[in-house]
Structure formats: C-alpha cells, structure tokens
C-alpha cells in the first residue's frame, strides 16, 4: 500500500510546518534570552558560563540548519561570547537518517515513481548523514558506482524558522556585550544556508571544481550524473576513500602529503578563480591512496561554496604582503578592500591581532606545525580572548560579510592541520600559490570557468 502513495512535494514552505520549527526553536532559544535579558534590566549579574551551558542545551536539542549556524558562530571571534563559543563547538551536527519508506516518497518526488529503474543497486541505508541531507550508495545501468545525496524533507521550511531564530542568539549578544556589530555576519550566514538547499547550484560548484583541479594529481572531484539529478537529488560518482582521522597515526610524510593536497584545494581556487570550499569538515574530506600510501584527497560536499570579487581576492593577498612587511599602509587599504569602515588606528591594530594568527603560519620561512601545543578544538581561543577584549575596549566594529567563511575556513583547515600533525613550510606552499597573482587574470579565469558551469558571478 505504501508505495501506491503519489509523491508530494515535500519541500514545500508551509506555514504549519515553520511555525512547528518556531515553537522548537523560540521556545528553547527563547527561554534563555528572556531569562538573561530579565537579569539585565534588573541589573543582575549574569553567569556567562551557566547561561551558555543552558544556551547549548537548549540548540543541542535541535537538528538541522542551526547546528551548523552554532557551529560557524563558535569560529568568528566576538561574534558570541567565549564562553557561548566554547559550549556551542561542542555541538554536532549529525541528524539521524531518514528511514526506508521515507527515501522511497523522496526518491520517487525527485525522479518519477519508477526511480528504482533506473539503478541496478540502491542501498537502502544511508551511507552518511548530516545536516540537511544524506547519502546512500548506488550502482549505475553502466555499472558506476555512485553517491545519492537526498535532501530531508521540510528543509527550507527549518531554514526559514532557524535563520529568524537566529535573532534571538545574537540579540542576547548584542544586548551583553556589543563589541561587534553582526548583522553582516547574519546575513551572509542566511544567504549561504539558503544556497545549500539549492542542490543544482551544488551541483554547478562541483563542476566549477572539477574543471579546476581535472588534472591536479592531488585532487579529486566526483562527476556529477545531471540526469539523475534534481534541486533537492545530487547523484554523483562515488569516490573511494579512506576517513582522514584514520591517517593520524600514518608516517609524517603521508600526513604531509595530505595536508598538502589540502592547503591546495582552498588556496588555488581562491587565488585563481576567487572561490572556496567553505566548510572544512573532517567528514567533507576522504584520502585516495596509491601503492598502500596517501596519495592525495577526495573533495567532497560543494553545499558551502563562496565566491569573491577579484578586488576581495587581491585584499587578502595584500593582507598578507602588508604584514609581511610591516607596511602599514597596504594593511589599511587591505582591510578597506575587505569591506571594514572607519577603522581607528587602535582597530586596526586589534585586527592584525587576528590576521597575525591566520597569517602566522604562511609569514615563517621554515618548516613548522601550524601551531605548538594547542589541540584541535582549542586552536584560535587564546588569540580570539585577546581580539575580544580589544573590541571591547576599542570597538564596536562591524564585520563585512566576506570576512564569515574566510574565518571560518582557515580556523577550520588549521584544525585538521593540527590533527594531522603535520610538518610543513607553509610558507613556500603560500608563495608558490600566490607568485602569479594577477587580478585581471583572476578575472578573466572567473569569467570563462564560471560562464562554461553555469556558476553566478560574484557580484
């Protein structure tokens, strides 16, 4: 009887189903900003640590959208307090899979009721799960294998009530602690949560990647199968791979030669074609190996692509140069191409705190880890303690937009840097990348590659 069903258009954003996120969310999130802003009209003191525990119980509860709006908040210095930081990364993002009856509706929404035709296998288990989606494995009529990543139902109905929930836990900062303005940070997080959803944007970043890297031995991309494909289906070919974590304890010369596949699979795209992949997860990652050792990286997931304007991608690359030499001249302009305002002489000495942190690595001229004793899950909190009481005493400022996943993206590869243990001359890796910089043939490079995937241009 279950498979008689017609399919619906699940996807749909109904009204009920977002007011039933609402009530979730603004219950939970809300109990806990009515109960800190009381204490701050009364003039109460308020316990940060127990308030962001409650705050993390009360997100932890939820799946979806907003775990990974938590988890990209506990990355950008000031954006939430230390404390809400600390509790926030320890969030996960895994949501349990959809059961059998449910991937068949799905399936059959996506592709026609007789969507089973149209592969020899389909796991009936998925082979990973996340956020917005999960992943089953299936074979092809020409025998390929491949990757089905099927998006849960009632997604942009839980973005649309997350990102309005969202409000809540930045109001609670910005009535506490307001030493950074983060409406930019906001509404860069809502427009790339949005074009997750849009799974054939997904798919036309995956073949703007896949033209970048096709003859890069390091890197791998999957293909994608457009007939087998929809806005909420991406199938693409299966890629083999080992998990990264697994490689931890492998010789240092496979751990460096993963780590640098890796430094070139965001370094190269953006300082040739302006784009990154923007969620350095573990499990974003596999390793391809070639006789018994790492050999290089599978690339996976493009739901969290960012694009720059070729001006942006020379603002980062003077960055460097201006601290580099100490030249205080080319820092301002950097931080001005970057999108920053006003910016007093004591901000922008703030500022390079936090530059001189991501930078530190490519300024050295030596092999080095990417830090010295701190762990993974640590790496940036003492420098974002010093960059937080700077904007206190010489704040507020406001982040630009672009400066979200660029943060988030370099903490992110740090982290795997350091659970790699890898031993590298960051330095030379940067410089080779960087040595032909143009922006005029950044431009151009966009232009044709974009044109030729379909990909929107920066604006």
Partial sequence: MTDNIPPRDDEANRLSRRLQRYAQVGTNVGGVAA???TRYVLGLALDREKNATALASALGGLKGPLMKVAQLLSTIPDALPPEYAEELAKLQMHAPPMGWVFVKRRMAAELGPDWESRFIEF????????????VHKARAPDGAELACKLQYPDMQSAVEADLNQLGFVLAIHKRMDPAIDTSEIAAEISARLREELDYELEGRHMSLYGQIFDKD??????????ELSTKRLLTMDWL???RLLDYKTRGQEERNQITRAMFRAWWHPFSHFGVIHGDPHLGNYSIFEEDGRAAGINLLDYGCVRTFAPRFVGGVIDLYHGILRDDRALIVHAYETWGFRGLSNELIDVLNLWAKFIYGPLLDNRTRRIAEGVSPSQYGRREAFLVHKGLKEKGPVKVPREFVFMDRAAIGLGGVFLHLDAEMNFYELFNETIHDFNLDEVAARQAKAFGETGVPLPE
Avoid: T
Avoid at 123 to 134: H, I, K, T, Y
Avoid at 217 to 226: D, N
């Fill in 35 to 37: 109960g800190m802003a």
């Fill in 240 to 242: 083999e791979g080992g």
């Fill in 123 to 134: 796991s009936r288990e998925a082979a990973a799960s996340a956020s917005l989606g999960q």
């Fill in 217 to 226: 031995a390091l890197i791998r991309v999957p293909g994608i199968r457009p």
